[in-house]
């Protein structure tokens, strides 16, 4: 990666080999390597020892967890908060696994809407609750620098599966909770919606 990163910068226009670069592709590579971790975590191993049988049937919810994931059109991040919650059947997920799970999922290159799919039906699969509910709220440096519509730089995505998908009251309970900071429009499919400009951009 380091002869890459040496050949990126002289296509820049930049000199390699001075004093300020010279260290550049080695730090590069190491925050790549951190920064898409991601693809060598087992959601199982994380998960390890976590997955505990309850007798409790309310509403789980984790919110204000902050993330920070890559763009896989421009390479730029996109950060922000993603809140889930979930009701469980008869298992639940150790409170403090939950932001791991974003994690593994935020450190790859991303889009905002599979990011958000991936953590709601990882949960689904894992402990089959009675419902899952994913909501992202992200800022994307791709749209935000390159100074491409300021408003759509800001984009909120939701996953809802199950109660939160079925029942207008639970979905309304869980949102309420959250409190977003942005005007939602309405919960219903939304997957088509775009947070980051793509292909041809
Ligand atoms: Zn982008």
Redesign the pocket.
């Known amino acids: 990666m380091q002869d890459l990163i040496r050949r990126l910068l002289a296509e820049m226009g930049e000199d390699p080999t001075r004093e300020g670069l010279l260290n550049t592709p080695k730090r590069v590579e190491k925050a790549y390597k951190f920064l898409t971790s991601g693809y060598d975590a087992d959601i199982d191993h994380v998960l390890n020892n976590a997955l505990f049988t309850v007798d409790y049937s309310e509403m789980v919810i984790v919110k204000d967890i902050d993330f920070y994931s890559l763009?896989?059109?421009?390479l730029?991040p996109?950060f922000g908060k993603c809140h889930v919650a979930y009701i469980p059947s008869d298992r639940v997920i150790g409170l403090s696994k939950i932001p791991r799970l974003v994690d593994v999922f935020a450190r790859r290159l991303q889009v905002q809407e599979r990011l958000t799919n991936q953590i709601a039906e990882t949960i689904r699969d894992k402990i089959a609750p009675l419902g899952v509910a994913v909501v992202v709220e992200a800022t994307?440096l791709?749209?935000s620098m390159r100074g491409v519509e300021k408003q759509n730089s800001f984009a909120v995505t939701s996953a809802m599966l199950g109660a939160f998908r079925d029942s207008a009251r639970t979905r309304m309970e869980f949102l309420e909770l959250i409190k977003l900071r942005s005007a939602v429009p309405a919960f219903t499919d939304r997957s088509a919606s775009l947070a980051?400009?793509g292909e041809d951009d």
Do not use: N, P, R, Y
């Open positions: 763009c896989e059109h421009h730029l996109f994307h791709c749209m980051c400009v």
